[in-house]
């Protein structure tokens, strides 16, 4: 049976089990967990305790179990720390009862946290090639080190930030089927395909979205272990929620994708809004 998740990101809260418990009062099974929420001690017993209570499952992502001090996981510039926190979110993932977490891949720039807002630290970017290399490099640790044959690790395709190409990872489409191809070298390696990134990156590179995912999905359906659905102008990541008629919807409808669990992760919305939007898209052709 395939699960539609809704992320708890499309909620502001401080603590993410009220979140969660907020979602499942409203109906929802399915949640992703994700950041935009504070650290506290009981967060894994909470979400236990809720996962029982109300039947929920969960996938993993992100900045999830939030971090004691904000930071920024960067597989490029960030090594040390977004490895430690990898294994933690991998191990917490477990313990919930999701064999997966994921995160994006990092950028060649020091960005600050994004509860400052979309900044830099520093301008001067690593060299694209040189920070792609030490990418993979840490993704071999990764799959070496700290994801065991039970869990699956998924990148994330990124956008240009800030308009920048040369700022993100695993963004243009040389980039995202790089990425693919290196991950057959591990079963349990996947990318989770973000559609809503997807736009932003087609926006700045000219390229034709629509024709790209097709041919990503032919060649790389095994894979993509998730799907991201949020819909923006191609300018700002606005975490939209799609409307009719949406081609991120006929994406993830697809029959290659039929069983790939796919997650809607809009924000900015009241908690009526999400769900009746969530429901109503859960009894569509697409995902019923």
Same mark, same amino acid.
């Given at each position: 049976m395939r699960r539609v998740y809704l992320s708890s990101s499309c909620l502001r809260g401080e603590r993410i089990g009220d979140v969660v418990e907020t979602l499942a009062r409203a109906g929802v099974k399915d949640i992703e967990l994700s950041g935009g929420t504070s650290h506290y001690e009981s967060i894994v017993d909470d979400l236990l305790r809720l996962k029982e209570e109300y039947g929920l499952h969960y996938l993993v992502h992100g900045y999830f179990p939030p971090p004691m001090e904000d930071f920024v996981i960067?597989?490029?510039?960030?090594?040390?720390?977004?490895?430690?926190?990898?294994?933690? !979110? @991998? =191990?917490?993932?477990?313990?919930?009862?999701?064999?997966?977490?994921?995160?994006? !891949?990092?950028?060649?720039? &020091?960005?600050?946290?994004?509860?400052?807002? =979309?900044? @830099? !630290?520093?301008?001067?970017?690593?060299?694209?090639?040189? !920070?792609?290399? +030490?990418?993979?490099?840490?993704?071999?640790?990764?799959? &070496?080190? +700290?994801?065991?044959?039970?869990?699956?690790?998924?990148?994330?395709?990124?956008?240009?930030?800030?308009?920048?190409? &040369?700022?993100?990872?695993?963004?243009?489409?040389?980039?995202?089927?790089?990425? @693919? =191809?290196?991950? #057959? #070298?591990?079963?349990?390696?996947? @990318?989770?395909? &973000?559609?809503?990134h997807l736009n932003l990156a087609a926006a700045v590179g000219g390229f034709d979205k629509g024709v790209f995912v097709r041919d990503v999905i032919r060649k790389y359906g095994d894979r993509i272990f998730e799907i991201h659905i949020s819909e923006n102008d191609g300018k700002a990541d606005s975490h939209d929620i799609p409307g009719e008629g949406s081609w991120q919807l006929e994406v993830a409808g697809g029959e290659v994708l039929r069983d790939v669990p796919a997650t809607f992760e809009w924000r900015g919305e009241d908690i009526a809004t999400v769900t009746e939007r969530y429901g109503e898209l859960l009894k569509s052709p697409v995902f019923a």
């Open positions: 960067d597989l490029v510039r960030g090594r040390e720390r977004a490895m430690e926190f990898i294994g933690g !979110a @991998l =191990e917490t993932a477990m313990r919930l009862g999701c064999d997966m977490y994921s995160t994006h !891949a990092g950028f060649t720039v &020091d960005v600050l946290p994004l509860t400052r807002g =979309e900044t @830099l !630290a520093e301008q001067s970017p690593v060299d694209k090639r040189e !920070a792609t290399e +030490i990418f993979y490099n840490n993704i071999q640790s990764i799959m &070496d080190l +700290i994801v065991g044959p039970e869990a699956r690790f998924a990148v994330e395709n990124m956008y240009p930030l800030m308009g920048r190409a &040369d700022y993100s990872i695993v963004s243009s489409p040389e980039e995202i089927l790089e990425f @693919l =191809e290196f991950s #057959r #070298r591990w079963p349990n390696l996947g @990318l989770l395909l &973000d559609l809503g």
